[in-house]
């Protein structure tokens, strides 16, 4: 009886450190830089099957996962990147302009980073899971974030929440917050949206 009481609570606590493990082995991958986009393929993808309960050795699969997408990941990073460096370069220039045309320009940049997050959002989740080209795994993204308009702004509304969260807290305590299990948290809980969104598509392209 004692043991069944206790069970979920190793569970929870073995889960746990496979967490921690794994967010260190996450960030541990992301020091190049360039191969940010194949860890966070390899993580999504790790963290669907753990929310599917399809249960298994969370660090071992994540680094076969990150040789497997280490091409793909990195040619889709290196894409979305520029993208985004454009972006904040004109979001950092025209709101300081102080004309009409500043902040019309700024509206739009706003929404173009809106857009531009989304498309992050499905774009590494799509590599992680199904066989194709960068570019036609961005363009893929896309279509399924107008597809799935609910979903696609619950996953921005926690990125939102996740920020304002980050700036009323200490600093320390955020930091230590990313770095010990952070990473893995938030793809754990984004993971339960996107399986809605991938799973009808996974038939016979899945690995």
């Known amino acids: 009886m004692n043991?069944?009481?206790l069970?979920?609570?190793i569970d929870f606590i073995n889960t746990l450190c496979s967490f921690f493990v794994l967010n260190f082995v996450f960030l541990i991958t992301c020091i190049p830089v360039f191969t940010i986009g194949s860890a966070l393929s390899s993580l999504y993808y790790v963290m669907a099957k753990e929310t599917k309960g399809e249960y298994g050795y969370l660090v071992r699969t994540f680094l076969r996962e990150f040789g497997r997408n280490l091409k793909n990941g990195t040619a889709a990073f290196l894409l979305l990147f520029t993208a985004g460096i454009l972006l904040l370069f004109n979001l950092l220039f025209w709101p300081v302009q102080g004309t009409?045309?500043?902040a019309a320009v700024t509206?739009?940049?706003a929404a173009l980073s809106a857009v531009w997050l989304?498309?992050?959002h499905y774009t590494f989740p799509l590599i992680g899971r199904f066989v194709n080209t960068p570019l036609r795994s961005v363009k893929n993204a896309w279509e399924l974030a107008l597809r799935n308009l609910k979903r696609t702004l619950v996953l921005l509304l926690t990125d939102a929440l996740t920020a304002c969260l980050c700036l009323f807290l200490?600093?320390?305590t955020v930091v230590a917050a990313w770095l010990s299990v952070g990473f893995v948290l938030m793809?754990?809980?984004q993971s339960f949206v996107l399986n809605k969104v991938l799973e009808p598509y996974e038939t016979g392209?899945?690995?």
């Open 3 to 5: 043991d069944g009481k």
């Open 7 to 9: 069970n979920p609570v």
């Open 100 to 102: 009409v045309l500043g």
């Open 107 to 109: 509206g739009l940049l």
């Open 118 to 120: 989304a498309i992050c």
């Open 170 to 172: 200490p600093l320390g």
């Open 187 to 189: 793809a754990y809980w």
């Open 205 to 207: 392209e899945r690995r």
